[in-house]
């Protein structure tokens, strides 16, 4: 995809904690802001749940012979907490 040049004013504290994060990352500040615009629209999230959804169709079997036939399917509870069933 082409790139195109985007220019924007921050104050020097804001530019300076940009630096600071994408140094801590090992990325371009380019690169760290252009991270957190895809955050920001849910493209990476919604990257991850596709992938999560691919994951689970392929293993489902798996799953169902680990865990039993009860836990098969689109079924949540939610999260369990220690000492109930």
Request: hydrophobic share 35%; charged share 35%.
């Amino acid at each position: 995809m082409p790139k195109t040049q985007l220019n924007v004013r921050v104050d020097e504290a804001t530019a300076e904690a940009a630096r600071q994060r994408a140094l801590q990352r090992g990325m371009s500040v380019n690169r760290y802001i252009e991270e957190l615009v895809k955050q920001d629209a849910g493209e990476v999230g919604h990257t991850f749940v596709e992938a999560a959804a691919d994951f689970m169709k392929q293993y489902e079997s798996v799953f169902a012979e680990e865990f039993g036939p009860e836990r098969e399917g689109p079924r949540h509870e939610g999260p369990r907490r220690e000492g109930t069933r």
